[in-house]
């Protein structure tokens, strides 16, 4: 009776944990999932947030204002689930970390922007 008390304790404290899954999210992924059509000289600030909403950063320096946007989500699963969504599912990225930057002149038209390549 002692074993069984023992093995139902242990397979209560493993069991939790066995099928843990979490995902983080920071920011916004905006930027990843639209087509950036923007034109150098034309394009304004307010049509960069306009689109993308308000950046995660701003910089200024002399003549030039920079808009930061990132993202960020990582997946955190228990060892029985990363082998189960490997296998099943289309859940392979683990972490994925992206960068928009965007810098604009003293009269807020778009300079240049680049951003990270999705993973």
């Not at 074993?3 to 930027?31: E, I, K, N």
């Amino acid at each position: 009776m002692t074993r069984t008390r023992a093995a139902v304790a242990l397979l209560g404290l493993v069991l939790p944990t066995a099928c843990a899954y979490t995902v983080q999210r920071s920011g916004d992924p905006r930027f990843l999932e639209r087509k950036l059509d923007w034109q150098a000289g034309v394009t304004s600030a307010e049509d960069v947030a306009a689109a993308l909403g308000p950046p995660d950063l701003i910089r200024g320096a002399p003549g030039r204002l920079v808009f930061v946007y990132r993202y960020e989500r990582e997946v955190k699963a228990s060892l029985v689930l990363s082998a189960y969504l490997r296998i099943f599912t289309n859940e392979r990225q683990r972490h994925v970390d992206s960068t928009l930057v965007a810098v604009f002149d003293d009269a807020d038209r778009l300079l240049y922007y680049g951003a990270s390549a999705e993973p």
